[in-house]
């Protein structure tokens, strides 16, 4: 059994032990009975198993993963990814977790990685449904002024929700606004816990999103609670004291004194509690177990609390919707109110789980809450990364070559839906190629240059698209684009087709849209002819040459032709035009040839420096084209369309080599690099078999190269014991150094975390062989592990 946190895993151990006997519990702290057939632990603690070849891994049967979206958490996510990936085929898995999204694609790359089959069991379905309410009460007349804005079946109630509004709107009318201050705060909390206690609501824990708040919310709670209201009974209030006693006499006297102590144990009595990160850890476990009892009717937690142990109450009360991620104010996340409304409703003793947003001086948008209480909880992600600690231990046994590590690289979850998308692309390759194959290959004489003829093509037309939409519009405006007009442009079937202009298409502010054209048919058939339009940017050359003014009446043409489906139906007046269209291009076999036309320089005064570089650049490009041996080709057109359209389909298979040959392993570059920086710093040697180094840097679950070194380069061996404790006290006091007021529980946290090192580099100094330094730094580790600190432990 897998949970997240050292104090689900306490709590797991405990509801277990009730109902089996055989069972143990693993984490950094503690060990118990650690041979049982079922043992609670850390992620942590099995992934180090699983890195170590523990025997307890070689005879595992079943891991529950209770809590398995913590795959998202990005600080420790990795950590379940490579117990995912390591844990061995024989072992089954069971994941627990809170509603995601993409539960299908996860179980997909779970089902692959571990070659087996995955069955996915959800419901939406809540046991205990939740009912989301806004609380606008603030004195003895609106004192039960909470109303149902979501009901259980998740419908959003706008009749209550615009309620809420006109009373709001109501307080504020006399200044504009409500006053921030203590007094308000006061009187509202006043209101809401004669509420709760009087609808009969409480226990109820009240989710306050900083540890600040939670301390002035509490400050304003035992202000008005001492004479206010009575949350707990006498005989409540000396079972709580004498259970709390029971377990602070362990104390020293003077640790018994400390003000947070003094302050808590005050609060605990009245049927108060705080959680949160700052709050001393033995107090915590106080408060959990009161809690649990039901002996705490208010509970007043940042987050923390509902990440961590399964503690529900009847009602979850938010003080406020806003967070401070630390960078920027927002609103709680659809799975972050879930996750802390989720804790209201106890299975077996509540129908419905409450939920009140406090509206203490503003009520928010109807968006912003139908955002978070309806929204989609957030996909599971990929967090796995490469760190040396794990590149270190995947090389524990030597005969790990590079196609090991790309199969374990291949397993994460984040290279599953890049493969998934490879095979996709795998296939429209293999498609692609057969495609190529079947093409016949040109096998023309004259055509020899054509390939090259091509390339030059591309970057002609390039030239072409940037140029000729301005080159139209001056010809427009100088009579030279006019309707009779002969133009080359881009066929779909002839890449050099002449068109004859019957009207020139503009938008409101004269500019030239398009042009509609009459061209031969493809394959010169007699009677062809087409009308279509086409874009300016597909227009080659403006030819030098037009019907006779009046010879036709392009209405005529356009009426014939655009009312019939069939683009090929010959019609008298149109085919008349068709025939003098024709005898006018014959002079040449292809319209390539014809190079009389209007030249934009001369002909259309064009002076604008950058507009000139353009058209050059278009002119060289269009007479380099007839430099090509293949336009002498009788059947040019047609080889010239069968080998672009060859050309094409190579790029595109090209482009798809680049997308599978990047796509396949994001992480094999940095692997690389990582394992250069290895090889230079010899941890691993150049067959990649780890030397001494390497071996300590496993032990290493953070900060693995730097105390690495401290420690070969005897850093640290000089040092007295408080010496070392003090130099290795700055990689887990990072918290305490950025802060000025540091509550008492953080310090006992970091302290903690530096015992938990001193662990790790005792085993290193151990590997190292170095007796002496072992034995330092168990005098440091047992000059830390005192007092307060560890008491919770007992
Ligand atoms: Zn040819």
Not at 414 to 440: A, C, F, Y
Request: some cysteine.
């Amino acid at each position: 059994m897998c949970t997240p946190i050292k104090a689900l895993s306490n709590q797991k151990y405990r509801d277990f032990k009730k109902e089996f006997s055989d069972v143990g519990l693993l984490t950094g702290d503690v060990q118990i009975d650690s041979d049982s057939k079922c043992l609670v632990m850390t992620t942590e603690i099995l992934l180090q198993m699983l890195y170590n070849r523990s025997e307890v891994i070689s005879n595992l049967e079943f891991v529950v993963f209770d809590e398995c979206h913590y795959v998202n958490d990005p600080e420790r996510g990795h950590v379940w990814e490579e117990v995912f990936i390591l844990l061995p085929q024989t072992c089954s898995l069971v994941l627990l977790s809170a509603t995601v999204p993409n539960v299908v694609q996860f179980a997909d790359w779970l089902g692959r990685t571990r070659k087996k089959k995955t069955y996915v069991v959800s419901t939406r379905k809540r046991p205990v449904p939740l009912r989301h309410y806004l609380y606008v009460g603030r004195d003895k007349k609106s004192q039960h002024d909470r109303h149902m804005i979501v009901d259980e079946n998740g419908v959003f109630i706008n009749d209550n929700y615009k309620m809420c509004e006109e009373l709001i709107d109501g307080y504020k009318q006399k200044f504009g606004y409500i006053k921030r201050c203590p007094q308000t705060e006061r009187q509202i909390y006043l209101n809401l816990i004669r509420h709760l206690q009087e609808k009969d609501k409480l226990p109820a824990i009240l989710f306050t999103l900083s540890r600040n708040r939670c301390d002035s919310n509490l400050e304003n709670l035992m202000a008005i609670s001492s004479d206010s209201f009575q949350l707990i009974s006498k005989a409540e209030e000396s079972r709580i004291h004498s259970f709390v006693w029971h377990h602070l006499r362990q104390l020293k006297s003077c640790d018994q004194k400390l003000p947070q102590i003094v302050r808590t144990v005050e609060m605990l009595k009245r049927g108060l509690g705080v959680h949160h990160s700052g709050v001393l850890p033995i107090l915590k476990e106080l408060t959990e177990i009161l809690f649990s009892d039901g002996l705490i009717k208010v509970l007043v937690a940042t987050e923390t609390f509902a990440m961590g142990v399964n503690m529900p109450a009847r009602t979850v009360v938010f003080d406020s919707i806003d967070k401070h991620d630390g960078h920027n104010w927002r609103d709680l996340l659809p799975s972050e109110y879930i996750q802390m409304a989720g804790r209201a409703g106890r299975r077996g003793k509540d129908a419905n789980g409450t939920v009140i947003i406090l509206c203490k001086y503003d009520i928010p948008d109807s968006p912003r809450l139908t955002r978070m209480i309806q929204g989609c909880a957030t996909q599971l992600v990929s967090q796995f990364r490469l760190t040396y600690h794990m590149i270190c231990n995947i090389h524990k046994t030597s005969q790990t070559d590079e196609t090991d590590i790309e199969k374990f690289l291949e397993r994460s979850f984040g290279e599953h839906n890049r493969l998934k998308q490879s095979q996709d692309v795998n296939k429209e390759l293999q498609s692609l190629r057969q495609q190529i194959e079947t093409l016949p290959a040109n096998d023309c004489n004259h055509c020899s240059d054509l390939e090259n003829f091509c390339l030059t093509f591309e970057e002609y037309v390039q030239c072409l698209r940037a140029v000729m939409p301005t080159i139209c519009q001056r010809a427009l405006e100088k009579g030279r684009l006019n309707i009779g007009r002969i133009v080359v442009v881009i066929g779909a079937e002839n890449p050099f087709e002449s068109a004859l202009i019957v009207r020139v298409n503009k938008d409101r502010h004269n500019n030239i849209t398009a042009l509609t054209v009459l061209s031969l048919a493809p394959n010169n058939a007699t009677n062809g002819f087409q009308l279509r339009d086409v874009a300016v940017d597909c227009v080659h050359k403006i030819l030098n040459k037009q019907l006779k003014n009046k010879s036709f009446d392009p209405k005529v043409i356009i009426d014939e032709n655009e009312n019939v489906k069939n683009k090929y139906k010959a019609k008298e007046e149109t085919l008349r035009v068709v025939d003098m269209f024709r005898d006018l291009c014959l002079d040449t076999n292809y319209s390539l040839l014809n190079t009389d036309s209007i030249d934009p320089k001369t002909n259309l005064q064009i002076k604008e420096l950058d507009l000139v570089d353009k058209i050059n650049k278009y002119i060289t490009f269009g007479t380099k084209l007839l430099t090509f041996e293949c336009i002498k080709c009788s059947d040019f057109v047609l080889h010239f369309c069968k080998t672009n359209h060859k050309i094409t389909l190579r790029k595109q298979e090209i482009d798809l080599e680049f997308k599978l040959s990047s796509q396949s392993l994001q992480f094999l570059p940095e692997y690389k690099t990582r394992i250069e920086v290895l090889q230079t710093m010899l941890y691993l040697n150049q067959h990649l078999v780890l030397e001494l180094k390497g071996r300590i840097a496993c032990l290493m679950a953070e900060h693995e190269l730097l105390l690495t070194e401290m420690l070969t380069n005897n850093v640290i061996s000089d040092l007295t014991p408080q010496q070392i404790a003090a130099l290795l006290s700055c990689f887990s006091f990072a918290e305490v150094l950025d802060k000025t007021s540091v509550q008492e529980g953080i310090i006992v946290r970091c302290i903690q975390r530096l015992d938990e090192l001193l662990k790790f580099v005792k085993m290193a100094a151990n590997k190292m062989g170095n007796k002496e330094l072992e034995d330092k730094i168990e005098l440091a580790s047992k000059a830390i592990r005192r007092d307060i600190v560890f008491c919770q432990n007992k």
